[in-house]
């Protein structure tokens, strides 16, 4: 089944792509490499996020955030690509969890984005992994994703 | 215009290519991407700037920090490439701020770095980017910039 | 002399490859790039280390941490193509040091990584490098490694 078919089949609707927070572009292409710049969680209930993971949030709540920070990732490859059947391979993902210093639960929060990967591009959206837990993040929100992708060759 | 040319009509000058820190390069190519290590801003007044935004140092002061990194970033080119103008694009900037846990204007002060890049070399200038905010960085400097960028081939 | 027989000179073992902390894969092949997951230090007398630099483990013993954890990310690149003598280059190495505010030394405590790199791979072990200190780590763990390898072509 291809990812535009699954992304159909779950319902998923993806979001308009978000503008770059400074004087940067959403995404870059080198070759078949495409570097997108970080992204965070989509508002909710008009919104944008903003609390630390270990205070505001808990890890179910930053599970469900790192998926919504990924569905905006999704777009911008959406957005770049033209379809996200494109993607010949998720690289790498690099999470980072706006958190309290005692915060040990980094790895069930991002599942949330790994999970939304594999479910929408299957083996191509097993990539490789690393989650940091910072001090603080742009307008405070509660986390930041960024990814490399790699795109079918023509 | 070239990026040479622009450099030139800015008015400035690249400083030495400062030493790594430990045991590594300053930058490593492979293929047609140059990785380049992480970069402190420049001494001022002779002394390496120590402190963390929100605390020693304004937004509008990093500002000016993340311009000072990011000029021994692109004298790393230069040193790497012989000239600004074998760059086809830079691909990727990536930001850590040293900063108290309250901080948020991470955005404000990358773009110190992302309006040098986009000045010198125009729309080969404009990257995917991505910034967080650490706790602590080497020496106390208040924020290291990493990037990578494409080189035009033969 | 090869990398291989450089690991048999030091006398050193490979530990097992540690399995991924969730929904990914240890590492990901683009064209001829090895993109490596993030690693923490390897157990020691059955427990994985947990603390901070700075409070819970000094410098020396980061150092020594940080040559724990690039030895599970040899482990890894010997997994993924069978033999060390497939590493064209080590491209890029990026730390982060679950460290107090206060801390300075993430370079020395780095060079544990780089070092050990130097030693197995020769000149094809000196990389592109950035560390950063951090709040908080998954389960708490002192410090986490990623890496970017180039595979020699067939």
């Given at each position: 089944m291809s990812a535009e078919q699954r992304i159909k089949n779950l319902g998923l609707v993806l979001p308009p792509v978000s503008a770059p927070?400074?004087?940067?572009?959403?995404a870059v292409r080198s070759g078949n490499l495409l570097f997108i710049s970080g992204k965070a969680p989509l508002p909710m209930d008009g919104k944008p996020p903003k609390g630390k993971l270990g205070r505001e949030y808990s890890t179910t709540e930053g599970y469900v955030l790192a998926r919504s920070a990924c569905l905006d990732l999704i777009a911008v490859i959406k957005d770049k690509l033209?379809?996200?059947?494109?993607?010949?391979?998720?690289?790498e993902l690099h999470g980072s969890i706006n958190a309290v210093?005692?915060?040990?639960?980094h790895a069930k929060v991002l599942d949330g984005a790994s999970d939304l990967l594999a479910e929408i591009f299957?083996?191509?959206?097993i990539h490789a992994r690393s989650v940091i837990g910072v001090s603080s993040l742009r307008n405070g929100v509660p986390l930041t994703l960024k990814a490399t992708i790699e795109v079918k060759l023509g």
């Amino acid at each position: 089944m291809s990812a535009e078919q699954r992304i159909k089949n779950l319902g998923l609707v993806l979001p308009p792509v978000s503008a770059p927070a400074g004087n940067y572009a959403t995404a870059v292409r080198s070759g078949n490499l495409l570097f997108i710049s970080g992204k965070a969680p989509l508002p909710m209930d008009g919104k944008p996020p903003k609390g630390k993971l270990g205070r505001e949030y808990s890890t179910t709540e930053g599970y469900v955030l790192a998926r919504s920070a990924c569905l905006d990732l999704i777009a911008v490859i959406k957005d770049k690509l033209g379809s996200l059947d494109e993607v010949a391979q998720v690289v790498e993902l690099h999470g980072s969890i706006n958190a309290v210093p005692e915060f040990e639960e980094h790895a069930k929060v991002l599942d949330g984005a790994s999970d939304l990967l594999a479910e929408i591009f299957g083996p191509a959206g097993i990539h490789a992994r690393s989650v940091i837990g910072v001090s603080s993040l742009r307008n405070g929100v509660p986390l930041t994703l960024k990814a490399t992708i790699e795109v079918k060759l023509g």
